[in-house]
């Protein structure tokens, strides 16, 4: 597991797309045990460990993901989370050129639970929700393009449904129409970059995500 940040408040990790971040019927072990684990041995805590979950990612998408140590870390991040004070910036690798160099779009998504899985909408329909997002190609190579999204509201797939709704679908994501699986069963998301205003120390922290340890990300990462 690698650490991007810590202290007595906060704890940071490189999410791999292997990982889940909370527990599900696979009964594999989630990010937040694991955390608990490690903390529990590397301070030499006795009985149980807080570990408070402040936002979350996708299984097969990897990235900084950030979570509280303390209960009141936890209630002031997700009141920072709340009001919108949190900037959140992800890299994905899509098959198709966006219509535009940049762009704000927005549709209203509406999720399925049963296919697990959101639609998006130009208008709004039952029981669907607002979604926004901006987005701006960073780089192409012969056959992909880099993109850097900015979210400015959370929904379920949303990246991935907003994306594909324009015609850009996420490598590797077989769910919202890309033609094939990626070796290791992720998909070509990366949350990047997350920053805030530390909720107890009060000063603006900005936490970068290695990008993973593929030749298509090596790529990119070389012609940014």
Known sequence: MQILYEDNHLIAINKQAS????GDKTGDKPVTEKLKEYIKKKYNKPGSVFVG??????RPTSGVLVLARTSKALTRMNKLFQQ???EKKYWAIVDKRPPKHEDTIFHYLKKNEKQNKSYAYNYQVARSKKASLTYKLINSSEKYHLLEIELHTGRHHQIRTQLAH?????KGDLKYG???SNPDA?????????????PVKKEKLEIIAPLP???LWSY???HC
């Open 84 to 86: 919108g004070e949190v």
């Open 186 to 198: 992720s998909i070509s998301l990366h949350a990047r970059t997350i920053s805030f205003i530390h």
């Open 178 to 180: 890309f033609h094939r």
């Open 19 to 22: 990982e889940i971040v909370q």
């Open 213 to 215: 340890n593929d030749n």
């Open 220 to 222: 990119f990462a070389k």
């Open 53 to 58: 979950l402040i936002h979350r990612i996708d």
């Open 166 to 170: 324009i015609g850009c679908k996420i």
